[in-house]
Structure formats: C-alpha cells, structure tokens
C-alpha cells in the first residue's frame, strides 16, 4: 500500500511563509516526480510545481515562480514546497502527488493539508 504523509499546512499572514513536506512510503522504489498540486474552494485542482527525480528538473505555474521553491530529497522519499511571500490567493488544499514505476507508470496522492493566508 502506497502512502503519502504530507505535513507543514497551516494559517499564516499575507507575506508569510510556510513549508509543505510529503513523504513517500518505503514500499516505492521507482519514482520518477513528485509535485504538489492545489484546489481552492469552487476551482479545479491545479499544477503549483514538479520536480523530477533523477535530475531535479522544477516547473512552477506561473502564480507562484519567484516566491515557492520545490526541492527533494530521494533518500528520504520526501518532496518539500517551500513557500514565501504568501498572497490570500494562495490559500487552498495542497496536495502532494507522486509518479512511480518503470513500466507501469501511477499516480498516488496524499491526503490534503490546508493553507490558508489571511490579509
């Protein structure tokens, strides 16, 4: 059973920062990125940044390049968002998403954590 933990959510001022961490259950061995996603209340899930894992590739959205930084650490299985200048629009539901497999490639999802960004 694949698992995804994901951690670092919270409420924060506008201009704040926060650190979203994910980390992958040992059972994966192949992975090929890990990315974080979000979905405000009414809107559908987007891309917020992917990295990939064997040669630490990154791509943002647009909204967050310059003040969110994707990072990874193979060893620990773990993806990290860090998060700076933080605007109300920011605030969603996070999610964590991990691609695996060499032939058969899957998607696995961690369950959510919440940001929120007061004005």
């Known amino acids: 059973q694949v698992q995804l933990v994901e951690s670092g959510g919270g409420l924060v001022q506008a201009g704040g920062s926060l650190r979203l961490s994910c980390a992958a259950s040992?059972?994966?061995?192949?992975?090929?990125?890990m990315g974080w996603y979000r979905q405000a209340p009414g809107k559908q899930r987007e891309l917020v940044a992917v990295?990939?894992?064997?040669?630490?590739?990154?791509n943002y959205a647009d909204s967050v390049k310059g003040r969110f930084t994707i990072s990874r650490d193979n060893a620990q299985k773990t993806v990290y968002l860090q998060m700076n200048s933080l605007k109300p629009e920011d605030t969603a539901v996070y999610y964590c998403?991990?691609?695996?497999?060499?032939?058969?490639?899957?998607?696995?999802w961690g369950q959510g954590t919440q940001v929120t960004v007061s004005s």
């Open positions: 998403k991990v691609t695996v497999g060499s032939i058969v490639v899957s998607d696995y």
């Open positions: 040992r059972n994966i061995f192949v992975i090929n990125a």
């Open positions: 990295i990939t894992a064997g040669n630490g590739l990154a």
